[in-house]
């Protein structure tokens, strides 16, 4: 399927894209790349393969939520550029 600089141009104003008349040329070419990727994609063979959903079989691989106490809560103050009442203070935000 070959697509059209009319064609290009249409959805591109469905797009609200604003394409310069000197880059079309590219506009085209990189939409028919995407285009026949598409195709090869959809023309692909998947007779005999298995359904799968993701690569692996790992249900959940994040860390347990677990609450730690902080061994140098001085040595994070001493740090701070502002501090009050033993927080952070940081400018307001709006």
Known sequence: MKVSKEE???I????DLNIKDEEV???????QDILNFADVI???K???LEETIGANENCN???KDEVKEFDNKDGIMNIAPEKER????IPKVL
């Open 8 to 10: 290009l141009l249409h």
């Open 25 to 31: 040329d590219n506009y085209l070419e990189n939409l």
């Open 12 to 15: 591109a104003d469905l797009a």
């Open 86 to 89: 033993n927080m952070y203070k």
């Open 61 to 63: 691989v994040f860390r």
């Open 42 to 44: 959809n023309n692909a």
């Open 46 to 48: 998947t007779e005999g």
